[in-house]
């Protein structure tokens, strides 16, 4: 349902664009959080249990596991060189600060979709023990220092803000605790975005942690849930800047050697939360022109993990789950009766299918971040 339209701004592709302009939009949250069945043999499936307490058990071995760390840390003087958990005391396990955090999400997801499980409890421990007031005032004050401005930004901002999302919808006194605790995280990452949205003159259309695409789609989600108008406003704007007149992205170029996200897909199932319908449609044929209008699974191969114990390798593994949900997100998009879906969703399939079975934690360099992705995977967060 769209809401109201954004207008495009006057400029030298202002013909180009006219005919999207109404497209562009702030749009009702139609999402559905909980595990989604099946709806034909082509739509993804729902999270197994036992995926999810594997998955659950991937987080909780490393959400306070504070070494091996990898920080991104200015220094002033030696005053800062501090370890991690005093530097960042709600977040500094799980080798870094947004895999941390995206844990922490990985976490709360899957106890409030299993409530009952076997690994809720201590889920709910751990979470516990870091989502407190003073480890949250701390967080603050570092995120907050002058020579901060770009901390984490977008991606490790982005999923903060998946957290508080997901812990705003979750009824449940405990949880109420934990997101009131998280609010002024919350507030100070928003406002971190907010300002430096209107001075990015650029998208960054890289496959790894700076590509704004993917990031703008998580932000956009989490404005849907707290109705802020205000982020939805500046990411419509992006788009148009950014995205709206884009054409034939160069899909067979990818991927690179140590991407974990797609440019080309992240864009557009970004553009697919902007949009409506019609207009996204109108916009995909002319972005992604070469999606076939029949279930060809050759139309977009899984890309191969040659070595798991390489940091940088092992984001193929990430890749492949990302453009899966990718996929079913761009499918959902376009709805079932577009010629494209089921070529969509069949690659999604084997995108799936080639990645999944690698979430296992035999390697600490994925294990410590997989399981996020195959949680927003297989439990259809995004849409």
């Not at 990452?189 to 496959?207: D, F, Q």
């Not at 709206?244 to 992205?249: A, E, K, L, M």
């Amino acid at each position: 349902m769209v809401f109201s339209s954004v207008a495009a701004g006057k400029n030298s592709n202002e013909s180009r664009r006219a005919p999207l302009r109404m497209g562009l939009a702030l749009i009702a949250i139609t999402t559905t959080w909980g595990v989604q069945a099946a709806t034909s043999t082509s739509a993804p499936q729902p999270l197994d249990p036992s995926a999810a307490a594997r998955f659950a058990g991937l987080a909780l071995s490393c959400l306070h596991k504070e070494y091996p760390n990898k920080i991104a840390h200015v220094m002033e003087s030696d005053a800062d060189a501090l370890p991690p958990h005093t530097l960042t005391p709600a977040f500094y396990g799980c080798f870094d600060w947004h895999s941390d955090v995206h844990g922490h999400w990985l976490l709360v997801r899957l106890a409030r979709l299993y409530p009952n499980a076997a690994f809720a409890s201590q889920a709910r421990a751990e979470l516990a023990r870091s989502l407190t007031p003073q480890n949250i005032a701390g967080e603050v004050a570092y995120m907050k220092r002058e020579d901060r401005a770009s901390f984490e930004r977008p991606y490790g901002l982005a999923w903060l803000l998946q957290l508080s999302s997901e812990l705003r919808q979750w009824n449940d006194p405990q949880a109420k605790q934990w997101s009131a605790a998280l609010l002024p995280l919350e507030t100070a990452a928003a406002a971190h975005l907010k300002s430096w949205l209107p001075m990015l003159h650029y998208p960054i259309r890289i496959g790894e942690h700076d590509q704004t695409a993917f990031s703008f789609g998580l932000v956009w989600d989490w404005a849907g849930v707290t109705n802020d108008t205000e982020m939805r406003r500046l990411l419509a704007d992006a788009a148009r800047r950014f995205y709206q007149s884009d054409r034939n992205c160069p899909l067979s170029y990818e991927p690179s050697g140590q991407d974990f996200l797609s440019p080309c897909l992240a864009e557009a199932d970004f553009m697919r939360r902007v949009l409506d319908k019609q207009a996204f449609r109108e916009w995909l044929s002319g972005f992604l022109p070469g999606i076939p209008l029949n279930p060809v699974t050759q139309w977009l191969q899984p890309g191969i993990v040659t070595d798991r114990a390489d940091p940088k390798l092992a984001h193929i593994d990430g890749l492949n789950l990302s453009r899966a949900w990718m996929l079913e997100g761009i499918a959902h998009g376009v709805g079932p009766d577009d010629r494209r879906s089921s070529a969509l969703l069949a690659a999604a399939n084997s995108h799936r299918e080639a990645a999944l079975p690698a979430v296992t934690g035999e390697h600490y360099e994925g294990g410590h971040w997989l399981g996020t992705f195959a949680v927003y995977l297989t439990s259809h967060a995004g849409y």
